[in-house]
C-alpha cells in the first residue's frame, strides 16, 4: 500500500469525492493545498474568499441548505471566531430548529493544535467547545489512514461536521500506509491503536503519538498498556472506550485541551457514570491536559504546557501506584 | 408597465393575509395561545409583497425574527405557519422553531431567523448555489435598519460583489431597532448608500407604495438574473406595533410621534385606494377579499388548535439528519 | 433586611460602584433596566450601542486597557456569539500576551438559560465553552444575594469577569433579603445552600432551586440532602465541593448544559480524579443535565430538555439504590 | 507647514531604525534564532512613521500581524522588542507574545495581533476612553487592506461615527492579503471610499511619500483633537517581502511584476533624497545615522541573546491580574 502524509491523505479524499458528486466544492479562506485541485475542478469548485469568515461560513450554511455540499476551510481554526455565531447559531441548529426539513451537509475543517511557538491566538484547541454544542458531529483524526476514511464520511454525511486536522500532523512529512481507492471510516466509531491489558490510555489527535510512544517505552519494563483513540468526539463511541477501562481497571486521558471542560473532562465523566465501569476502576480516573493558560510563546514555556510522552508516563505510574 | 389585474389583486390579498395573520397572531399571544414571542409585521405588508412577486417559487429568500411577511408573501401556507406558532406537531418545524425560526424549503423560505444580521451570509450562500446551478435563480436577502450595522452587513454585501451574485439585499428601514432609533445607531441617512462601500447600486425606496416596491425590486432582480450581480434596496417603511409582543402587552416605548406615525402609512389601504381608482376595486370586492382571508386565518388557527401538541421526547428527534 | 429581586439587586451593585468609581461605565446592546442609572449618571456612562456587539465588546477591551472598567451587558448571551472572537482571543488572551503588563478590568454579563419557549437560539447554557477558555473568570450567582455581592467582587476584578445571568431568575418578582450596603463575595468560594449527610447535590445558578425543592421534598421521606452551589465555575472551589462529597460518599450534579462537556462533566471529573474523593465514593457521580439538543419551542419539548426538581429526586434515588 | 530639520531627522532615523529591526530579525529567523513567525514592515516604514509622528506619547495605537513598525514608530525600545521576538524574559511580555503579540502600555502601543481586523474595535475602545478622559487624546487604529472586508471594520467605524470618537482609522494598503490580490478580495479599488458608509471623511494618499503621510494624518488628527470625530486614512504601500517569514525562506508566491515593485519604491531612498535636495541630509550624516542604527540594532540581538530563557513553570503566570 502506498504511504503518504496526512495532508495527502485528505487531498485523496477530497479529489475523489469531488470526482464522485459535483455538488461537493471548496471555500476557503486561502488555497495552501486546496491549490492542487483547481487543474482538475476549476475555480468555481474552489473559492478563495475575502477575509470575511462570517459571511463565507455562513455561505457555506446557505449554499448547503440550496442543494451543494461545501467544504468550508477557513484555515485555523482561530480566525473563524469572528463567525462563531454561524456556528453556534446556524450551522448547529439550523436543522433541528427547523424541524429537520432540510439537510445540511457541510464540512467544515480548521486546524488547531500548539506546538509551533504560534503564541495563545494560533496555538489553542476548543474542541470542547464544539462537544458542548448540540448539533455538530466532531472529528480529530490522529492519523493519515483515519484523516482519508473520516474525511470521505464527513463529506458524504448529510450534517454539519466539523474536522479539526491538528497543525503539527496537518504538516508533518511523516507518510504511512493509506489505501488509494475509496473507503470509509464510519463517524462515532474509536479505534484501539494498541492492545494492552494494565492500564487504558484514551489520547485524542497528536496526542495518540506521545501515548503510543510512552506505551513503548513502559513495555519494556513490563507495563502492557492499551491506547485508544476515539477519533470521533461527537457522538463519542462510549462503549469502547468503556469496555477497555473495564478490561484494564484503571485510565488516563490524553487532551492537549486545557483541563477544564476538556474533552478529557467529558470523557472521565462518561466512564464513571456508567455503574459497570466504575465498579471496575481500581484508581482514579486520570487527566492529562494543557493547564488553563493561553499557550504562551517561548518553546520552553509552550512546551511545558503541552503534554508530551514523559506526562503521560508520569500519569500511567500514578494510577498504577 | 401593465400588470395583469388578478396579479395586483392577488398582491392585495397577500397584503391583506400577512395584516390578518399577525393580527390575529398577537391576540392569540395575549390570549395565551402563542407562547414564546411574536414580532408583528403589521405595517410594512408592501415590502415582502412587492418584493417577493418578482421571485419565482425556486428563487430563495432568507428572513429575519420579523419573519411572518416574507413567510407568506414567498408562498407558504398560514395553516403549518399558525400550527408552527401553537407549538403543535403540524407546524412547519414540529413545533421545533416557533415564530422566530418558522421556513418552508418546500417554497424557498430558507428561514427566519433570531439573530439579527445573521440571514446575510446564508442568503450569500443561497444566491452562490443559485450562481453556480446556472438556472438564472436569485437570492433576495430580507433585513433590517439595524441589521445593517452589523458586521455580517459588511462581509455579506462585500463577497456578494467580489462573486458577482444573484441577490437582493432589501433593508427594511422601519426608523427602529427595538427602542433605538436608527437615526441613532446609524451614522449615515440611508443605508442604501452603503452600497457604495462594494461597488452595487443602492436605492432608496418608498416601502409603503407596494408599486414602487414592486417596480425597484423588478429592476434589481433583473440585473440579478442577467448576471449583473447584487444590488441593495432600501424601502423606508414603519412599525406600527412595540418591537415584540410581551406578556401584559404593555405599551409601546417609542414616543408618541414614532407610534402615532404607524397607521398614517397603510400600505393596504393606499393599494385599495389605488386600485379602485384604477377600476380593479370595488367596496363588494374589497369586503369579500377581506372576508376571505379572515375566514382562511380562522381556519389556520382552528387548524392549529386541533392539532397534536408534541410527546416530550420528540425534543430527541431532528438533531442530525439521516 | 430588605427583600429585592435578583435584577433589583444587580442595579444596586451597579449604583453603589458607580458612585464609588467614576472609572466604572455600561455599554449595552439595550438599556432595559439601565436607564434607571441615567439620571443619575448620565449617558455618557451608560452607553447604547448600535446592533454591532463586536465592536462594542471590543470597545470594552479597549477602554479598560486605557484605564476604565466598562460593564458591558450586550443582553443575552446568544447575541454575543457575533462578538466571540473579541472574547476568545483577545479578551481571555490580552492580559496573558502581553506579559501582564496591563489589567483588564472587564465585567461582561449576559443572560443565559432555557424555560421561556424562545427556542435554540434564545434558551442557550453555553457556559461550559467559556470554562475551557482559559484567562476569563465566570461567575452564575443563583440568588439575589449572591449577585450583588459577586457583582460588586466582579467590578472591582482587575480581570475580565464573565456573568450569565439566568434569564428566568433576571425576569422573577421574587425577593429574598439582600443588605441595602456594600458587601462583597469572594470569587472562587462555594456556598452550602443546604445542610445534608445521604448524598450532596452540586447546582448551578438556576438548578440550585430545583436541587433545594428536591431536599426538601426528600427530606420528609427521611433522607438528608446536601446542596453545594459553586457560585463561581471559574476558578471552581473545588475544596468545598469534595468535601461535600467526602462527607457524604454520594453526588448528584445538576447543570442546565448540554450534557456532553457540561460543566457538570468538569465537576465529575474533578471530584473522581481526587484520591481520597474517590475513595469516598459509595456510587458513581450522577450528571442530570440537558440532552445534547438545541433546546426546542413548544413548550412540552423545552420542560423535557430543561432538569428540574423531578429528574434531581430521580438521579438522588439512583446514586442512593 | 515648516517642520523643524531636528524632527525630520528623527523621522528618517526612526524610518531606518524600522527597516534594520526588521532587515536584522528576518536574518536571526532564518538562522533559527527567532522561533514562531515573523511578518516584516519592510517597504511600509513610510506609513507608521508619518502617522506616529503627530501623536502624544498619551495617544494610544493598535496594531497588526505586521506590528514592528508601528511599536518603532511609537517609541518603544528596540532592546526589548528584539527580546521578545528571542522569547526572553526581558522581552516586552516575557516571552509569552512574540512578534504577533508585542505591546508597550508605557507608549500607548496597545497591542499587535494575530486576529485580522481585531484591532479596530479595541481600538474604538482606546479613543472612547480619550474621549471621557477629555484631555484631547486620540487613537489610531493601524489595519490592512484585506481587514477592511471583516465585518469588525464596518461595525467599529460606524460606533465611532456614531461616538464622534477621536480615532483615525489607518488603512495600510499593499494590494495584498497573502497571496491574495486587493484586486480579488476588496469589491472597491479603495477602502477610503468606504468612509462614505459612516458619513467620515476617507483619503487616499500615497503611503511611500513620508512628509504626504504626515500632512494627512497631521489634518485627521487635529479633526479628532477639535472633537470632529474619525477619519480613515488610506495610504497606498508596497510589502517588499513574502507575507510571513518561514524556515527555508521559499520564493514569496506572488507573481514577478508583485515582487519586484516593491523596492522600486523605497519610501527611505526617497526620503533620503528629498532630505539631501533641502540641504538636511549629507552623505556623512546618511553613513552615520545608518550606521548609530545599525549599531542599535546590533546592540538589541545582543541584549536578546545574553538575556535568560523564561522558566518552564514561568507559563502558569500572569493569567489572571492581582
Ligand atoms: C446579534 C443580535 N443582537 C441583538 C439582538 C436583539 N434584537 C432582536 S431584534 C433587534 C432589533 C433589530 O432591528 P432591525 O434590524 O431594524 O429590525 P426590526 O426589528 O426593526 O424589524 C435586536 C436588537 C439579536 N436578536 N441579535
Ligand atoms: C480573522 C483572521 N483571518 C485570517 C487570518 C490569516 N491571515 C493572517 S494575515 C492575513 C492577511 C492580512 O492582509 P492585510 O490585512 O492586507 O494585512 P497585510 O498582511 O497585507 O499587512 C491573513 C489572511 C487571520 N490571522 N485572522
Ligand atoms: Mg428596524
Ligand atoms: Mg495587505
Same mark, same amino acid.
Given at each position: 500500500?502506498?504511504?503518504?502524509?496526512?495532508?495527502?491523505?485528505?487531498?485523496?479524499?477530497?479529489?475523489?469525492?469531488?470526482?464522485?458528486?459535483?455538488?461537493?466544492?471548496?471555500?476557503?479562506?486561502?488555497?495552501?493545498?486546496?491549490?492542487?485541485?483547481?487543474?482538475?475542478?476549476?475555480?468555481?469548485?474552489?473559492?478563495?474568499?475575502?477575509?470575511?469568515?462570517?459571511?463565507?461560513?455562513?455561505?457555506?450554511?446557505?449554499?448547503?441548505?440550496?442543494?451543494?455540499?461545501?467544504?468550508?476551510?477557513?484555515?485555523?481554526?482561530?480566525?473563524?471566531?469572528?463567525?462563531?455565531?454561524?456556528?453556534?447559531?446556524?450551522?448547529?441548529?439550523?436543522?433541528?430548529?427547523?424541524?429537520? *426539513?432540510?439537510?445540511?451537509?457541510? @464540512?467544515?475543517?480548521?486546524?488547531?493544535?500548539?506546538?509551533? !511557538? +504560534? %503564541? #495563545?491566538?494560533? &496555538?489553542?484547541?476548543?474542541?470542547?467547545?464544539?462537544?458542548?454544542?448540540?448539533?455538530?458531529?466532531?472529528?480529530?483524526?490522529?492519523?493519515?489512514?483515519?484523516?482519508?476514511?473520516?474525511?470521505?464520511?464527513?463529506?458524504?454525511?448529510?450534517?454539519?461536521?466539523?474536522?479539526?486536522?491538528?497543525?503539527?500532523?496537518?504538516?508533518?512529512?511523516?507518510?504511512?500506509?493509506?489505501?488509494?481507492?475509496?473507503?470509509?471510516?464510519?463517524?462515532?466509531?474509536?479505534?484501539?491503536?494498541?492492545?494492552?491489558?494494565?492500564?487504558?490510555?484514551?489520547?485524542?489527535?497528536?496526542?495518540?503519538?506521545?501515548?503510543?510512544?510512552?506505551?513503548?517505552?513502559?513495555?519494556?519494563?513490563?507495563?502492557?498498556?492499551?491506547?485508544?483513540?476515539?477519533?470521533?468526539?461527537?457522538?463519542?463511541?462510549?462503549?469502547?472506550?468503556?469496555?477497555?477501562? *473495564?478490561?484494564?481497571?484503571?485510565? @488516563?486521558?490524553?487532551?492537549?485541551?486545557?483541563?477544564?471542560? !476538556? +474533552? %478529557? #473532562?467529558?470523557? &472521565?465523566?462518561?466512564?464513571?457514570?456508567?455503574?459497570?465501569?466504575?465498579?471496575?476502576?481500581?484508581?482514579?480516573?486520570?487527566?492529562?491536559?494543557?493547564?488553563?493558560?493561553?499557550?504562551?510563546?517561548?518553546?520552553?514555556?509552550?512546551?511545558?504546557?503541552?503534554?508530551?510522552?514523559?506526562?503521560?508516563?508520569?500519569?500511567?505510574?500514578?494510577?498504577?501506584? | 408597465?401593465?400588470?395583469?389585474?388578478?396579479?395586483?389583486?392577488?398582491?392585495?390579498?397577500?397584503?391583506?393575509?400577512?395584516?390578518?395573520?399577525?393580527?390575529?397572531?398577537?391576540?392569540?399571544?395575549?390570549?395565551?395561545?402563542?407562547?414564546?414571542?411574536?414580532?408583528?409585521?403589521?405595517?410594512?405588508?408592501?415590502?415582502?409583497?412587492?418584493?417577493?412577486?418578482?421571485?419565482?417559487?425556486?428563487?430563495?429568500?432568507?428572513?429575519?425574527?420579523?419573519?411572518?411577511?416574507?413567510?407568506?408573501?414567498?408562498?407558504?401556507?398560514?395553516?403549518?405557519?399558525?400550527?408552527?406558532?401553537?407549538?403543535?406537531?403540524?407546524?412547519?418545524?414540529?413545533?421545533?422553531?416557533?415564530?422566530?425560526?418558522?421556513?418552508?424549503?418546500?417554497?424557498?423560505?430558507?428561514?427566519?431567523?433570531?439573530?439579527?444580521?445573521?440571514?446575510?451570509?446564508?442568503?450569500?450562500?443561497?444566491?452562490?448555489?443559485?450562481?453556480?446551478?446556472?438556472?438564472?435563480?436569485?437570492?433576495?436577502?430580507?433585513?433590517?435598519?439595524?441589521?445593517?450595522?452589523?458586521?455580517?452587513?459588511?462581509?455579506?454585501?462585500?463577497?456578494?460583489?467580489?462573486?458577482?451574485?444573484?441577490?437582493?439585499?432589501?433593508?427594511?428601514?422601519?426608523?427602529?431597532?427595538?427602542?433605538?432609533?436608527?437615526?441613532?445607531?446609524?451614522?449615515?441617512?440611508?443605508?442604501?448608500?452603503?452600497?457604495?462601500?462594494?461597488?452595487?447600486?443602492?436605492?432608496?425606496?418608498?416601502?409603503?407604495?407596494?408599486?414602487?416596491?414592486?417596480?425597484?425590486?423588478?429592476?434589481?432582480?433583473?440585473?440579478?438574473?442577467?448576471?449583473?450581480?447584487?444590488?441593495?434596496?432600501?424601502?423606508?417603511?414603519?412599525?406600527?406595533?412595540?418591537?415584540?409582543?410581551?406578556?401584559?402587552?404593555?405599551?409601546?416605548?417609542?414616543?408618541?410621534?414614532?407610534?402615532?406615525?404607524?397607521?398614517?402609512?397603510?400600505?393596504?389601504?393606499?393599494?385599495?385606494?389605488?386600485?379602485?381608482?384604477?377600476?380593479?376595486?370595488?367596496?363588494?370586492?374589497?369586503?369579500?377579499?377581506?372576508?376571505?382571508?379572515?375566514?382562511?386565518?380562522?381556519?389556520?388557527?382552528?387548524?392549529?388548535?386541533?392539532?397534536?401538541?408534541?410527546?416530550?421526547?420528540?425534543?430527541?428527534?431532528?438533531?442530525?439528519?439521516?
Amino acid at each position: 500500500m502506498p504511504e503518504i502524509t496526512y495532508s495527502q491523505a485528505v487531498m485523496q479524499a477530497f479529489t475523489q469525492e469531488m470526482r464522485r458528486d459535483e455538488k461537493v466544492f471548496h471555500i476557503c479562506g486561502g488555497l495552501g493545498p486546496l491549490a492542487g485541485l483547481i487543474p482538475e475542478f476549476g475555480e468555481s469548485r474552489v473559492r478563495v474568499c475575502p477575509i470575511s469568515e462570517d459571511a463565507y461560513v455562513g455561505a457555506s450554511i446557505g449554499a448547503a441548505g440550496s442543494g451543494f455540499r461545501p467544504i468550508v476551510s477557513p484555515g485555523m481554526m482561530t480566525f473563524a471566531f469572528t463567525a462563531m455565531d454561524q456556528i453556534v447559531n446556524q450551522m448547529a441548529k439550523i436543522h433541528y430548529m427547523f424541524g429537520g *426539513q432540510s439537510a445540511f451537509p457541510i @464540512v467544515f475543517r480548521a486546524s488547531t493544535g500548539g506546538g509551533r !511557538s +504560534a %503564541a #495563545a491566538q494560533h &496555538s489553542q484547541s476548543p474542541h470542547p467547545m464544539f462537544m458542548n454544542l448540540a448539533g455538530l458531529k466532531l472529528i480529530m483524526p490522529s492519523t493519515p489512514y483515519d484523516a482519508k476514511g473520516l474525511m470521505i464520511s464527513a463529506i458524504r454525511d448529510n450534517n454539519p461536521v466539523v474536522i479539526f486536522e491538528d497543525q503539527i500532523l496537518a504538516a508533518s512529512q511523516e507518510t504511512s500506509e493509506v489505501p488509494e481507492g475509496d473507503y470509509t471510516i464510519p463517524i462515532g466509531v474509536a479505534d484501539v491503536k494498541r492492545q494492552g491489558t494494565d492500564v487504558t490510555v484514551v489520547a485524542i489527535s497528536k496526542m495518540v503519538q506521545q501515548a503510543l510512544a510512552a506505551a513503548d517505552e513502559l513495555s519494556s519494563q513490563g507495563i502492557s498498556v492499551e491506547v485508544v483513540d476515539p477519533r470521533t468526539l461527537v457522538p463519542m463511541d462510549k462503549g469502547a472506550i468503556r469496555s477497555s477501562v *473495564q478490561k484494564t481497571g484503571r485510565v @488516563v486521558i490524553v487532551d492537549e485541551a486545557c483541563i477544564t471542560c !476538556s +474533552a %478529557a #473532562a467529558e470523557v &472521565s465523566a462518561m466512564i464513571t457514570e456508567d455503574p459497570t465501569t466504575f465498579q471496575a476502576l481500581k484508581s482514579p480516573p486520570r487527566r492529562v491536559c494543557a493547564p488553563d493558560v493561553p499557550i504562551p510563546y517561548s518553546p520552553i514555556m509552550e512546551q511545558f504546557c503541552i503534554p508530551d510522552k514523559n506526562n503521560v508516563i508520569q500519569a500511567i505510574r500514578e494510577v498504577l501506584a | 408597465m401593465t400588470m395583469e389585474p388578478e396579479m395586483l389583486l392577488d398582491m392585495y390579498r397577500r397584503m391583506v393575509t400577512i395584516r390578518t395573520f399577525d393580527r390575529r397572531a398577537v391576540e392569540e399571544f395575549h390570549a395565551g395561545n402563542i407562547p414564546g414571542v411574536v414580532h408583528a409585521y403589521i405595517g410594512e405588508e408592501a415590502v415582502a409583497v412587492g418584493v417577493c412577486t418578482n421571485l419565482r417559487v425556486d428563487d430563495r429568500i432568507t428572513s429575519t425574527h420579523r419573519g411572518h411577511g416574507h413567510t407568506i408573501a414567498k408562498g407558504a401556507d398560514v395553516k403549518l405557519m399558525m400550527a408552527e406558532l401553537f407549538g403543535r406537531t403540524t407546524g412547519y418545524c414540529k413545533g421545533k422553531g416557533g415564530s422566530m425560526h418558522i421556513a418552508d424549503f418546500g417554497v424557498g423560505m430558507l428561514g427566519a431567523n433570531g439573530i439579527v444580521g445573521a440571514g446575510l451570509p446564508i442568503a450569500t450562500g443561497a444566491a452562490l448555489a443559485a450562481q453556480m446551478d446556472g438556472n438564472a435563480g436569485v437570492a433576495v436577502c430580507f433585513f433590517g435598519d439595524g441589521a445593517s450595522n452589523e458586521g455580517t452587513f459588511h462581509s455579506s454585501l462585500n463577497l456578494a460583489s467580489v462573486w458577482k451574485l444573484p441577490i437582493i439585499f432589501v433593508c427594511e428601514n422601519n426608523g427602529w431597532a427595538v427602542s433605538v432609533p436608527a437615526s441613532y445607531g446609524l451614522s449615515v441617512d440611508d443605508v442604501a448608500v452603503r452600497g457604495t462601500s462594494y461597488n452595487i447600486p443602492g436605492v432608496v425606496v418608498d416601502g409603503v407604495e407596494v408599486l414602487g416596491v414592486y417596480e425597484a425590486t423588478r429592476e434589481a432582480v433583473r440585473r440579478a438574473r442577467a448576471g449583473e450581480g447584487p444590488t441593495l434596496l432600501e424601502f423606508k417603511t414603519h412599525r406600527w406595533r412595540s418591537h415584540a409582543e410581551q406578556r401584559g402587552n404593555p405599551e409601546d416605548p417609542r414616543p408618541q410621534e414614532a407610534r402615532d406615525s404607524g397607521p398614517q402609512h397603510d400600505p393596504i389601504a393606499e393599494f385599495a385606494r389605488r386600485l379602485t381608482e384604477q377600476g380593479l376595486m370595488s367596496p363588494s370586492l374589497l369586503q369579500q377579499i377581506h372576508q376571505e382571508v379572515e375566514d382562511s386565518v380562522t381556519e389556520a388557527i382552528e387548524f392549529a388548535q386541533s392539532s397534536p401538541f408534541p410527546k416530550p421526547e420528540d425534543a430527541l428527534a431532528d438533531v442530525f439528519a439521516p
